[in-house]
């Protein structure tokens, strides 16, 4: 178990509005991505982190914004949210040096009306 | 780019029965490693398998194994003595050695019936 605590669970918001998903590892893995998981769609990479303080795009990174001031946490902002944002999204985190494999959070629902 | 891709939506299988999941991918790459997770009704992701493109001999976990082609660029998932619990959604993704981005597929349902 790698410890990684994702809040809230379940979020609804209105068009427009900012929200933020946290993200907490109890470990101290050195990579942290954002993934969303809509259907038909898989998962797909929003952003992701190789330390503190470096953060890089992924593949549907628009309308997103991340930070990571401390190893631990990894908060995943939508500054401006849309109805094309309503998604799943899962926080994961893997140990440098062990190739692909990673942990996932148990997700956060979120719809935006 | 890399790609994925699983042709198959959805699945069923009986009970203690075998099932073969397909994903095929598309790169360029020599050093990659492929894997298949498992996302339960409990929507927890969870590692299954793994295997490493440099590696010949297909990876195995109890009842999972796969069949890795690698010239083919396919990478399917048999699931021996299917349970009740396997039934969810399995994806299968792709690493390029060089990069931190893990691309999944579209998943494949699996329902595991009595």
């Known amino acids: 178990d790698a410890g990684i605590t994702q809040s809230p669970r379940y979020k609804i918001t209105e068009t427009g509005r900012q929200v933020t998903l946290m993200c907490h590892q109890t470990?101290?893995?050195?990579?942290m991505f954002w993934y969303r998981q809509d259907l038909g769609h898989g998962l797909r990479l929003i952003y992701y982190s190789a330390a503190a303080d470096i953060t890089d795009k992924g593949e549907v990174p628009d309308g997103y914004v991340v930070s990571r001031s401390k190893t631990e946490n990894f908060p995943l902002t939508l500054e401006s949210a849309t109805r094309s944002q309503t998604s799943v999204y899962f926080c994961?985190?893997?140990?440098?040096?062990?190739?692909?494999?990673?942990?996932f959070g148990e997700g956060s629902r979120l719809t935006v009306l | 780019a890399q790609t994925v891709t699983q042709s198959q939506p959805e699945m069923s299988v009986q009970e203690a029965e075998t099932v073969t999941l397909s994903c095929t991918y598309d790169?360029?790459?020599?050093?990659?490693?492929l894997f298949w997770y498992k996302q339960p009704p409990s929507r927890q992701m969870i590692l299954v398998i793994r295997q490493e493109a440099y590696k010949q001999q297909n990876a195995t976990e109890n009842r999972f194994s796969v069949n890795f082609q690698k010239a083919a660029k396919s990478f399917s998932l048999k699931i021996s003595d299917s349970q009740l619990g396997d039934t969810a959604m399995y994806f299968c993704a792709f690493l390029w050695g060089g990069s931190e981005k893990l691309v999944f597929g579209k998943g494949t349902k699996l329902t595991v019936n009595p």
């Open positions: 994961a985190a893997r140990l440098a040096g062990v190739t692909g494999e990673l942990f």
């Open positions: 470990w101290s893995h050195s990579y």
């Open positions: 790169t360029s790459e020599s050093n990659y490693y």
